[in-house]
């Protein structure tokens, strides 16, 4: 089921003009603290957005993290943009129980050059009872380039 999800979004991404790739570095500070890594695939549609992502997390239990998130641009400063996001993550932890969870938060992207951004999130999960033991934030920053 979760890889489907990430194929449908991933054939979503790239069947629009504007495809946008990004790699980040994330704190996950659910439970215990944890650094990961990940990429990610977009699109935006003028003020709103959709991006499909993997983080993976190797501190403790390993922890790959599939996410699908919508967001919508409510402000801008200068050339920074602020977003507000939701969405849903696939949580697949190795030799323990897998499980969904519910993200919301909110996103900062910064023009460097014509198709390089730099960004920055945060999200809080809430996930199903059997995974709820890695409620909580995450933030992360990256680079994001767009096509």
């Known amino acids: 089921m979760k890889k489907m999800i990430l194929v449908a979004a991933l054939m979503a991404a790239f ?15 659910a439970n215990s603290d944890r650094s990961g890594y990940g990429f990610t695939v977009g699109q935006k ?21 599939y996410t699908l998130v919508g967001s919508y641009d409510v402000a801008k400063f200068g050339a920074a943009t602020v977003a507000v996001k939701g ?5 697949d932890q190795k030799n323990t129980v897998d499980g969904y969870a519910f993200l919301v938060g909110a996103g ?27 409620d909580g934030g995450t933030i992360s920053a990256g680079l994001k380039y767009s096509f």
Do not use: C, H, M, W
């Open 87 to 91: 969405g849903a993550a696939y949580l």
């Open 108 to 134: 900062v992207t910064y023009p460097v050059a014509k198709k390089v951004s730099l960004t920055a999130d945060y999200r809080y999960q809430a996930g199903q009872s059997r995974v709820n033991s890695l």
């Open 15 to 29: 069947s629009a003009q504007a495809v946008e790739l990004g790699i980040n570095a994330s704190r996950d500070t």
């Open 45 to 65: 549609y003028d003020n709103v957005g959709i991006t499909a992502g993997f983080d993976r997390y190797t501190t403790g239990t390993e922890l790959s993290k």
